[in-house]
Nanobody, 125 residues
Framework: QVQLVDSGGGLVQPGDSLRLSCAAS????????MGWFRQAPGKEREFVAA????????YYADSVKGRFTSSRDNAKNTVYLQMNSLKLEDTAVYYC??????????????????WGQGTQVTVSS
């Protein structure tokens, strides 16, 4: 079983950057597709980004494409979400998620089996 711990959130201004981290324990992440989701108050959890376990190709929601970058460091068993040019509408709790050996990258929460506890990102002027 995989345990995930999210970190790196905070309070920033529009246009600022943050880097979220998701550290794993229990299993190596090398064979896991890793996803990032976010949930704003009163809204459903939505897909942000994911990185395929076998190809390391990242996928992004249209709303963050060109601003966010997902990456992984297998040696550190950690994945990252670099968020640049943050906007007010990026405010949410961000969660990393994992699923082992998925053939396709899922964009629904139900496609993932393991979740971090979430880290709050607040973009405010």
């Amino acid at each position: 079983q995989v345990q995930l711990v999210d970190s790196g959130g905070g309070l920033v201004q529009p246009g600022d950057s943050l880097r979220l981290s998701c550290a794993a324990s229990g299993r190596t992440l090398r064979s896991y597709t890793m996803g990032w989701f976010r949930q704003a108050p009163g809204k459903e959890r939505e897909f942000v980004a994911a990185i395929n376990w076998s190809t390391d190709i990242p996928y992004y929601a249209d709303s963050v494409k060109g601003r966010f970058t997902s990456s992984r460091d297998n040696a550190k068993n950690t994945v990252y979400l670099q968020m640049n040019s943050l906007k007010l509408e990026d405010t949410a709790v961000y969660y990393c998620a994992a699923v082992e050996g998925a053939q396709a990258v899922g964009e629904m929460p139900g496609d993932y089996d393991y979740w971090g506890q979430g880290t709050q990102v607040t973009v405010s002027s």
